[in-house]
Structures are given as structure tokens and as C-alpha cells.
């Protein structure tokens, strides 16, 4: 069973950075591929954005290209997202999720790389980020 545990987020001015941390256990990064995803209370939760962290392909959304950054340590079995130049509109509950089961669309909130669909099977609690402006 793979466990996800995200590091404390935390309050950070509008332009300002934040550095999350995803540790995971119970299998090495699962089948690799990990993903962030955000939640505003009342609102869907969003892909931010996902690693393979055997093969090294990212995704990000839209929204956060160029400003966040994802990556992997296989040393020691974590993924990070670094934010920069954080926007009020990204204040949300970041969970960091993976993927044990392979290549699928679905159930539930997927992590696409390429033309490439993975659904989520295990889930972090989530941390909170406020952003102020």
C-alpha cells in the first residue's frame, strides 16, 4: 500500500515562492508516476501538475506553466512542486497523489503525460496554501 504524506504549506505574499514536498512509502514512487492537484473549497479539484519520475515527462496546467516546477527524488522517494511567483488564485489545498495500477483513464482524477492517461489511486491529506495579495 503506497502512503503519501506533503509537507506543510503555509501563508506566502503574492509574487513570493513556496517549495512543497510529497514523501512517499510503502512502494518506490508506485508505477512513478505522481501528481499535484489543488482544491478550492466549493470548486472541482484540478490537475496542477504530474511527473513520471522513471521517465522524466512532466505535465503542467495552464494555469502554473512557468511558475511551478515538479521533480523527483528517487533517493530518498519524494516529489517536490516548486512555486514561484505565486498568484492569490493559487491558494487552494494542494494534494500530491499516485498512480500503482498502470495506463488508465479513469475512475477519478487522472495525471495525463502525453497522450497518456493515469488514474490516481492513493492520496495525500493535502496542505493548505494561502496566498495573499
Known amino acids: 500500500e503506497v502512503h503519501l504524506a506533503e509537507s506543510v504549506g503555509g501563508l506566502v505574499q503574492a509574487g513570493g515562492s513556496l517549495k512543497l514536498s510529497c514523501a512517499i512509502s510503502g512502494s518506490t514512487f508506485a508505477n512513478g508516476i505522481i501528481g499535484w492537484f489543488r482544491q478550492v473549497p466549493g470548486q472541482e479539484r484540478e490537475g496542477v501538475s504530474c511527473?513520471?519520475?522513471?521517465?522524466?515527462?512532466?505535465y503542467y496546467a495552464d494555469s502554473v506553466k512557468d511558475r511551478f516546477t515538479i521533480s523527483s527524488d528517487s533517493a530518498k522517494n519524494t516529489v517536490y512542486l516548486q512555486m514561484n511567483s505565486l498568484k492569490p488564485e493559487d491558494s487552494a489545498v494542494y494534494y500530491c497523489?499516485?498512480?500503482?495500477?498502470?495506463?488508465?483513464?479513469?475512475?477519478?482524477?487522472?495525471?495525463?503525460?502525453?497522450?497518456?492517461?493515469?488514474?490516481?489511486?492513493?492520496w495525500g491529506k493535502g496542505t493548505l496554501v494561502t496566498v495573499s495579495s
Open positions: 511527473v513520471n519520475s522513471h521517465g522524466g515527462d512532466t
Open positions: 497523489a499516485a498512480d500503482y495500477s498502470g495506463e488508465r483513464p479513469g475512475p477519478g482524477y487522472v495525471c495525463r503525460l502525453g497522450a497518456k492517461y493515469y488514474a490516481m489511486d492513493a
